[in-house]
């Protein structure tokens, strides 16, 4: 590493400026010592963003994103323009794609930086180490690095250097964080001396942050993770694959992921995109799996994105000859897949490794199944991190005790989805996020213009009032966000300025209480301890029993600890099954694992003694597959499924049934 003395260390040696950086290197343009501790209730303070992409310039090959977060030869060999965009920007291929015009710019980066980083610009670095620094500086506490990758967009890509195996992206992905680590410790002396600190348990984050440092959590973010893609339907990885890939990643420090992400997989279902990104995303679909996306009419309020009949002339060029993206009915705006088999036992192995489940991408079908699964064990580590999840399961996700925030859109509209959950963060006492998604291909805030009539002033001073923030510079580039929009992680300080400006104070409090709720949700999902089943192996005796030759129907089967097994009634709609606990305990919680014939209209009643029966909860709503029903707790001996109403032509028929004092 290039090391040079910092202009004015000498002056100000506070624990917070490192003895040496590379020389010449970004400004950070923060005075004053970061804040340390917590709050009087015992809170860490600070911002949390929940997704963001350090290293995605290692992911799709290695060219798609332009520049290095960091680099051991200085600022000049971190920031150059991938190869390709010399001398004009000519051959900026993807550029021209997402961006549009002709993709032709300045392809110096330091020291003018003349057209990038931009807001508008996604190809190019925005993770400069000494920019993360900033917003560090300003307040941020927790950041989740999402490894990602597409091995799609790597394969059709023009230009790369290396594999597009996900998993092997992945993989250096993690390796480059670690590197980065130790890069920035060089700086302050050693092993353990730097603000960039990864984080493999919620301990050791309220650990860093205490002492005023940066908790940095790894995450991943694929389309085909562990190798988990289908093609023509037919999953291509296995539950040994599952269970092997969930350990690699554990090793390797991840602690949350998505198990679907753009394209459909052996996994999940995904939720669209709009327009021609949607289109183009939907040929990637296509040479991915064989197959485009499938709509249904959605079952629920909930729903998936409009695809859209946008073109995208560039990729539907990609497609074989005779072979057309289709269109959609308009009033079918859900993913036909949910999660699969398979996704179903990822999802119990993430809970099993006390993982955070990501549910932004998942289709709506997806995502309530997960929720189901989830809400059986009332486990909580369930994440929302960039506003790609239907704002109505917001509470669901609240009452389980997970974590939400919103993708890094303009302040204006940032504040006005922030008020939209308002009352339930206040109901929940929760707080709040942001998912800057910086080089994850998404665009960000574009400035409110120099004559806007509330600018952001600087200098200003940060959230907890104890750092002056300044216009950031780096080599002869000075950023104002007013003029210059969101153009690197370096600006999300004066973008939490713009907020409370724009916003008001109330939604850059609940932001700074967000590092609070996010370790807490990670806390609360490594403390989860399955519920004892309360009825596992009960006596149990039910109104009636399918009869089969075969096999058993027996209520018996309903609480026998085989998923493969069942209870099954005569096909009416007033029947019942009922289990003997032994002995009474306290009941909360109920859960019913059906079979396609279900309960679309029932009751959960308890006795203390098998005569006199309480209605604790009841629908008319059931939708079959997994449900849980909580309550106050009740004290009672024998706990009893009573149909109303059938969902089908069949009778009631359940795999498993839990019974729960917590």
Same mark, same amino acid.
């Given at each position: 590493?290039?090391?040079g003395?910092?202009?004015?260390a ?31 209730? %015992? ?10 992409h ?11 994103? &332009? ?14 323009? &991938? ?5 004009d %920007?000519?051959l ?10 002709d993709? +032709?710019h300045?392809?110096? %980066? ?12 996604? !190809? ?5 180490y000494?920019?993360?620094e900033?917003? $560090? ?12 990758t597409?091995?799609?967009? &790597? ?14 992206a ?5 390796k ?23 984080v ?9 942050? +205490? ?20 093609i ?12 092997k ?13 998505f ?12 939720? #669209? ?15 991915? *799996?064989?197959? #485009?996306w499938?709509t ?11 695809i %859209?009949l ?7 060029k ?5 072979v057309?993206?289709?269109?959609y009915?308009?009033?079918?705006? &859900? ?16 809970m099993?490794? +006390? ?21 059986? @064990?009332? /486990? ?36 006005? @989805? ?6 339930? =963060? @206040?109901? /929940?006492?929760?707080?709040?996020? /942001? ?12 400035? =409110?213009g120099?004559?806007?009539p509330?600018?952001?002033t ?5 959230t ?8 950031v ?6 950023w104002?966000?007013? !003029?210059?929009?969101?153009?690197h ?5 004066? $973008?939490?300025?713009d ?18 709720? /996010?370790?807490r949700?990670?806390?609360n ?19 009636s ?8 129907y ?11 097994s069942? $209870?099954?009634?005569? $096909? ?18 109920? *859960?019913?694992?059906?079979? =396609? ?5 029932y ?7 098998? *005569? ?16 849980t ?15 109303a ?13 839990g019974?729960?004092?917590?």
């Amino acid at each position: 590493m290039v090391l040079g003395p910092v202009p004015g260390a000498a002056a100000d040696n506070g624990w917070w400026n490192p003895t040496a950086r590379p020389a010449p290197d970004s400004q950070i343009n923060v005075t004053g010592e970061p804040f340390k501790g917590t709050d009087a209730q %015992g809170n860490v303070r600070g911002f949390v963003d929940a997704h963001d992409h350090i290293m995605s310039n290692e992911g799709f090959g290695g060219r798609l994103i &332009c520049g290095k977060p960091f680099s051991d030869a200085g600022i000049a060999d971190a920031l150059k323009d &991938c190869p390709e965009h010399y001398p004009d %920007g000519t051959l900026a291929i993807f550029d021209f794609i997402t961006k549009g015009g002709d993709g +032709k710019h300045d392809p110096d %980066g330091w020291p003018t930086f003349k057209d990038w980083p931009a807001h508008d610009s996604l !190809t190019h670095q925005q993770n400069y180490y000494a920019w993360i620094e900033r917003a $560090w500086r300003g307040g941020q506490r927790v950041l989740v690095n999402d490894l990602v990758t597409n091995g799609v967009i &790597c394969s059709v890509y023009f230009f790369k250097d290396r594999s597009c195996d996900e998993m092997t992206a992945i993989r250096l992905e993690a390796k480059k964080t670690y590197d980065m680590q130790a890069f920035v410790d060089k700086m302050y002396g050693g092993p353990g001396k730097g603000w960039f600190r990864i984080v493999t348990d919620s301990a050791q984050a309220r650990e860093v942050i +205490k002492q005023g440092k940066l908790a940095v959590v790894l995450g991943v973010e694929t389309s085909e993770p562990f190798g988990c893609k289908q093609i023509l339907d037919i999953a291509q990885c296995s539950r040994a694959d599952i269970d092997k890939g969930l350990d690699e990643l554990y090793n390797l420090g991840v602690r949350s992921m998505f198990l679907c992400h753009k394209f459909d997989n052996a996994l999940c279902g995904v939720r #669209f995109d709009e327009g021609a990104l949607g289109t183009a995303i939907n040929v990637g679909q296509f040479l991915s *799996t064989g197959t #485009f996306w499938k709509t249904e009419q959605c079952a629920g309020p909930q729903h998936d994105n409009p695809i %859209g009949l946008a073109p995208a002339a560039a990729a539907e060029k990609q497609l074989p000859a005779g072979v057309a993206v289709p269109s959609y009915a308009s009033n079918a705006q &859900c993913n036909t897949r949910g999660l699969t088999d398979l996704g179903d036992y990822a999802v119990r192995g993430m809970m099993k490794r +006390k993982m955070m489940l990501e549910l932004d991408h998942m289709s709506v079908k997806a995502a309530g199944q997960a929720f189901d699964i989830l809400e059986t @064990e009332s /486990y909580p580590g369930v994440i929302s991190s960039h506003s790609w999840m239907d704002l109505g399961w917001m509470e669901r996700l609240y009452k389980l005790g997970g974590f939400a925030g919103a993708y890094m859109g303009g302040s204006e509209g940032f504040s006005a @989805e922030a008020k939209r959950t308002d009352a339930l =963060r @206040e109901k /929940y006492n929760v707080g709040y996020g /942001y998912g800057t998604d910086m080089n994850g291909v998404g665009g960000w805030p574009g400035p =409110r213009g120099a004559n806007t009539p509330n600018p952001v002033t600087y200098p200003f001073r940060s959230t907890d009032g104890g750092s002056v923030i300044d216009k950031v510079t780096t080599g002869q580039r000075t950023w104002d966000l007013n !003029t210059d929009g969101a153009s690197h992680y370096g600006l999300v300080p004066d $973008w939490i300025e713009d907020i409370r400006i724009t916003g008001g104070q109330g939604v850059v409090d609940d932001l700074f209480k967000g590092a609070e709720s /996010y370790l807490r949700t990670w806390g609360n999902s490594e403390q989860h301890k399955a519920g004892v089943n309360l009825a596992a192996g009960a006596a149990a005796s039910a109104s009636s029993a399918e009869w089969n030759p075969f096999i058993s129907y027996a209520p018996g089967r309903a609480v026998d600890g085989d998923r493969g097994s069942r $209870w099954a009634s005569d $096909w009416n709609d007033d029947q019942w099954v009922q289990f003997d606990l032994g002995s009474p305990a306290l009941v909360k919680r109920v *859960t019913l694992e059906w079979e =396609r014939a279900y309960g679309r209209s029932y009751r959960i009643e308890l006795s203390p003694d098998g *005569t006199n029966w309480q209605t604790a909860w009841s629908t008319a709503s059931g939708d079959g597959g997994l449900d849980t029903a909580q309550f106050a707790g009740v004290p009672a001996r024998y706990v009893r499924v009573h149909g109303a109403g059938r969902g089908t032509q069949w009778g009631y028929s359940l795999y498993e049934v839990g019974v729960y004092s917590s």
